[in-house]
């Protein structure tokens, strides 16, 4: 993404737009989101219409329309794929499950209940990449750090 302040737009490798710049006066991000960044698009009566991108792979984009407490309830709106570090609830004992079962662990979603991908990482990347064998579930985890409830079935690699 670069921006030009001389015509006062933006570029990204897939659409490019020169209009005023509006404030939508909404500094929340994605749920799987903590580094993405958010554009304002259209301000409405009691709406807003962000463009949220991911700066580290900017195919990963999604447009949000609604009001602004809504953009970081997980349910409600999240990008494609997670975009930084989620602070997520049993990353150890989630990495174990998944190198059990020759697979990778990665948080999707950050909430009191995140949601998990395990994956077959056929690359090698770390990264779940169209084509790689997952499943995806909600965990739930006690104070110890221990995953108590899951839905990964006998998913194995």
Known sequence: MLW???TQSYHFPFLTFSE???DCN???KPANGPDAEGFCEEVGRKTIQMLFTCPSNPSNFRRFNGKCKRVS???AFSLPMPCGELNCKCKNAMATLAADRGAVAQCWTAAKKPTYRIFC???GNGVWDNGES???SKIKCTAAGV???H???NFNC
Do not use: E, M, Y
């Open 121 to 123: 990482d056929t690359n």
């Open 147 to 149: 995953v108590k409830k």
């Open 73 to 75: 309830k997980a349910k």
């Open 4 to 6: 030009n302040d001389k």
């Open 20 to 22: 005023p710049i509006l």
């Open 134 to 136: 997952r499943r995806d």
């Open 151 to 153: 839905n990964f079935g």
């Open 26 to 28: 909404c500094d929340r």
